[in-house]
Structures are given as C-alpha cells and as structure tokens.
C-alpha cells in the first residue's frame, strides 16, 4: 500500500467517477484503475462497487477511506511543519505607564528567539488598557489598583468579563528631581506638596479621579500638569519641580538618574498592583512567562517602605 493510492481512493470517493477523478488526478484512467484494483487485493477488501451509472464506496470502503483520510492529514500535517513558514510571535500587552513593565520587556527582547515578530508594548489610559484585553487585542494589561479607581474599575473588570490578580501591595510614593526642594526629606508629607505643580498622566476624556492610575491625587490642587507618555513625565520631572504620585519603583536605567522617589506619608493606604485577562482566555505559557518576569522585576526593585 502506497500513498498515492490513498489519495486516488478520496479523490474517486469525491468524484463518484473513475474518469473524472483521473482527470483532475492528472493520469490516465486504467492507471487509476489499476491502482485501486491492487489496493483492494493487497488488503483483500472490496471499496468500490462498480455501475454503468459511476462508483459508490461499499461499507468496506466508507471504513477505509475514514482511515486514509486520518492518514492524509496526518501526513499533512508533517509536511506543513517541516516545510512551511511558522507564523510569527505576535502579541501586545497594555498597561499603565510602568518602568518594571518595560524592564522585563526589555529582557525578554534581548533574550528572544523567534526569528521573526511583531510586538507591541503599549502604554496608555486605565481604561483603554483594560479595553484592550477585552478585544484580544493586548493579551494582558498591567494596572494598579487604588483607593480612589478600585470601585469603579471593578465595575469595568466585571462588565467585561475580566479577571484581576494581584501583583504586589504598593504605599504612594512621590516621584521628583534629585535636586528638588523636597528630596533631602525622609518622607514628603501632603501639605509639602501644596506649593508644587502636580504632573499627571491624562486619561483622555476621563480627568477626574476615577480612573486615575496616579496612587494618591491632591484634590483641589491648584498646579496641575497633565502628560501623555512616560517619557515626557520622565523629562519634566528631572527638568522642574513638578511631582508625580507612584509606585516608588526606580528601574536604573529606564527611570532617570535624575529622579528619585520618597514615601509619602500622612496616607498609608495600600494600592495593588496587578494584571489583568479576559476570563474566557486560556493563560498561556507566554503570559505566565511575562508576569514571572514582571513579579521578578517588582521583586528586585522594590522600594523600603517605612513605618509612617
């Protein structure tokens, strides 16, 4: 038994015509014939029953082409893989504006293997990370959190069917220039920072606190900067007085020599950090490769946290 004959007997089943299976077989018909013939004496089975009117499987041959056919495709199967392109590693992940998120990233960029990708690494808006997930377009997001977003963000996670879990607790730090006036204090308290700008990322048409990724907001502050991207935050940050509310995580190398981060005391409440899936999605081996690696980041650069 070859394999050629396999594909003669599904192309005659298909055709129920010994003629028009040759032809589409690009061979003669007696060949074809005789193929079939040879395959039903070297088995000692009967396939076809033969008419005037063309060819019909017997009950023999319905088994038999049901086994050939797991045959064929297994046989495919074995050549597409040794033979076709393997599709490329694609994938997103959305987050918060977060410099242990890109660390991993970044390790997982110089250790990659693939020999072709496309990856996206997309920082933005509470809301539209969490939208992201729900589309499948990201295929998980990194948000915090907080006292002031958790209700109604669980409000959002439930209405799209999302799953959070927690990363690590996290106690407001303030994020300033070295050289700032605030920076040679142990701890930064409320009222120190009345006097100075308070930069926050924009969450688009959303400007109030409700899905504000900022750990601790100033109510009523009267010196307000709004930025779009971490870069630009990093900038002002190391350029001006202006202070930003965080995680207190300074990643050497993707935060700024410039800038460091001291606790902020008078409010101890803790925020939590997470990542979030779509609750019908199965968890990859890929995922769980990208939350180790951003566990073991939070791990390695978390901030001391004192007793305020």
Request: glycine fraction near 4%; charge should be negative.
């Amino acid at each position: 038994m070859k394999l050629q004959q396999l594909i003669y007997v599904k192309e005659v089943a298909r055709c129920r015509s010994m003629n028009k299976a040759a032809v589409n077989l690009y061979i003669s018909q007696p060949t074809l014939s005789e193929a079939i013939r040879n395959l039903e004496a070297e088995l000692s089975i009967t396939i076809f029953d033969r008419s005037r009117s063309g060819v019909s499987l017997t009950g023999e041959g319905i088994e038999f082409l049901n086994l050939a056919e797991k045959v064929l495709a297994d046989t495919e199967e074995i050549y597409n893989h040794y033979t076709k392109k393997k599709k490329p590693l694609e994938f997103q992940i959305s987050c918060h504006h977060y410099a242990f998120v890109v660390d991993f990233f970044v390790q997982f960029l110089n250790h990659i293997d693939a020999t072709a990708f496309s990856l996206s690494l997309k920082e933005t808006e509470t809301i539209t990370a969490l939208e992201d997930v729900y589309l499948k377009k990201s295929i998980l997001s990194v948000i915090c959190l907080t006292p002031e977003n958790e209700h109604y963000l669980r409000q959002i996670l439930d209405k799209w069917d999302l799953v959070f879990h927690p990363l690590a607790s996290v106690q407001p730090y303030v994020f300033l220039r070295k050289d700032h006036p605030l920076a040679r204090q142990a701890t930064i308290a409320l009222e120190d920072l009345s006097p100075y700008p308070m930069l926050i990322f924009s969450q688009g048409s959303q400007t109030n606190t409700l899905a504000q990724e900022e750990l601790f907001v100033l109510k009523d502050h009267t010196k307000v900067v709004y930025s779009y991207d971490r870069g630009t935050t990093n900038n002002i940050l190391a350029h001006t007085d202006c202070f930003n509310v965080g995680t207190g995580y300074i990643i050497p190398g993707i935060i700024p020599d410039e800038i460091t981060a001291l606790p902020l005391s008078g409010n101890t409440q803790m925020s939590e950090l997470g990542w979030v899936h779509l609750r019908t999605q199965e968890i990859t081996k890929l995922m769980s490769t990208f939350v180790q690696g951003i566990e073991h980041s939070l791990r390695t650069y978390a901030p001391h946290t004192p007793i305020l």
